[in-house]
T-cell receptor, first 110, second 115 residues
Framework: QKEVEQDPGPLSVPEGAIVSLNCTYS??????FMWYRQYSRKGPELLMY????GNKEDGRFTAQVDKSSKYISLFIRDSQPSDSATYLC??????????FGTGTRLTVIP | SQTIHQWPATLVQPVGSPLSLECTVE??????LYWYRQAAGRGLQLLFY??????ISSEVPQNLSASRPQDRQFILSSKKLLLSDSGFYLC??????????????FGAGTRLSVL
């Protein structure tokens, strides 16, 4: 079983829609969870990170962690064409290595 | 603020030629440094990481090697490139070890095509 699983999509939504991106993970001991956004041919940029359970909000983005289900989500409200990118979830299990999902490609259609 | 520089952005090399990709970080001391390869649809594969000068850990046995000659410089090398070395190579850094300190920040990447 992989440490983190992510639906690769692709996902296409109309502008203004609410987007839900999800990952599941294998080890309930994991505590730090991150979301990266990667535009085509660019490096990933850190969007948000959360510690333990609960929600974290930053503008139109909300990261949610459900440790009981080992499930993490990123919600994008009022999605814009500029949100079109690949979104990677990542989990920090220990000192050095992050476990990354394979990424979900999102397209927001004007 | 911290910045990470990675070059070149794009590289086309013939099979059997050598490779040297360079990454430098500014604005921090003693960072952890990482090299990843990203293949389409396969996510990020950690190749090497370093916690200090001269300290390199290899995650995947392969045709590549890494070196850290200076605190904020990380180099990815190969003596003879293979077709399978083609991909998108990313350098990343983090503040240090331990939970919460290993959030990684990425460079812009190098797209390598081996022909």
């Amino acid at each position: 079983q992989k440490e983190v699983e992510q639906d690769p999509g692709p996902l296409s939504v109309p502008e203004g829609a609410i987007v839900s991106l999800n990952c599941t993970y294998s080890n309930s001991a994991f505590q730090y969870f991150m979301w990266y956004r990667q535009y085509s041919r660019k490096g990933p940029e850190l969007l948000m990170y959360t510690y333990s359970s609960g929600n974290k909000e930053d503008g139109r983005f909300t990261a949610q962690v459900d440790k009981s289900s080992k499930y993490i989500s990123l919600f994008i409200r009022d999605s814009q064409p500029s949100d079109s990118a690949t979104y990677l979830c990542a989990i920090l299990p220990g000192a050095n290595n992050l476990f990354f999902g394979t990424g979900t490609r999102l397209t927001v259609i004007p | 603020s911290q910045t990470i520089h990675q070059w070149p952005a794009t590289l086309v090399q013939p099979v059997g030629s050598p490779l040297s990709l360079e990454c430098t970080v500014e604005g921090t001391s003693n960072p952890n440094l990482y090299w990843y390869r990203q293949a389409a649809g396969r996510g990020l594969q950690l190749l090497f990481y370093s916690v200090g000068i001269g300290q390199i850990s290899s995650e995947v046995p392969q045709n590549l090697s890494a070196s850290r000659p200076q605190d904020r410089q990380f180099i990815l090398s190969s003596k003879k490139l293979l077709l399978s070395d083609s991909g998108f190579y990313l350098c990343a850094w983090s503040v240090g070890q331990g939970q919460g300190k290993n959030i990684q920040y990425f460079g812009a990447g190098t797209r390598l095509s081996v022909l």
